[in-house]
């Protein structure tokens, strides 16, 4: 049992020297973690809901720094009556040197969505922005990422029925996000 453990450490400690990310033929799967508050005041009247979302995703460097990928996303909104969204689309992400374990990645994210309240559905087309991607990698294949400033177009259609929706945020961690690269 010892010798398997040391043998799996060693084994780890080798992957985790000997690829640097971002260049041509990098490949990652990591997720995206978020949470979020919103608050409404139309004629008066209050709402305020909490919003949870999870989007695993894998990529791939098509050059160096230059990132081609794949999410699939999940989040839920509001409590009972809640309104759940599935997203799947592409990704393109450019990595940008800050410093020499962190990188600005700004982003354009194309996505075909899914949403659902109350026993009723309607398809729709997001299209992404992050303004303000930051990405910190402690070794060459962990990556640790935050969301500073995005911009959101997403609209939603069904025979006569039309939603669009503009969210332009600002704030510390609206999502937060792992990587590991191999």
């Known amino acids: ?29 990591g997720g995206n973690l978020g949470f979020g508050v919103s608050s409404v005041i139309v004629e008066g009247e209050s709402a305020t809901a909490a919003e949870f979302t999870v989007q ?28 759940h969204i599935l997203t799947v689309g592409p990704k393109l992400s450019y990595f940008v040197p800050i410093c020499d374990k962190l990188y600005y990645t700004p982003s354009l994210d194309i996505l075909f969505c899914y949403a659902a309240s109350e026993g009723f559905g309607i398809p729709g087309f997001g299209l992404g922005v992050n303004i303000v991607g930051l990405e ?37 961690s609206p999502s937060i996000g792992f990587k590991y690269y191999f």
């Open 1 to 29: 049992m010892k010798k398997l453990f040391s043998t799996l450490l060693t084994l780890l400690v080798i992957s985790l020297s000997t690829v640097s990310a971002q260049q041509k033929g990098d490949i990652y799967v």
């Open 56 to 83: 695993p995703n894998v990529g791939y460097f098509v050059a160096d720094k230059f990132m081609v990928g794949l999410g699939l996303g999940y989040s839920v909104t509001g409590g009972d009556g809640a309104t």
């Open 136 to 172: 910190y990698q402690p070794t060459e294949r962990i990556g640790l990422s935050a969301s500073l400033l995005a911009l959101d177009y997403v609209m939603l259609s069904k025979e006569g029925l039309t939603l669009n929706t503009v969210d332009f945020g600002l704030s510390f």
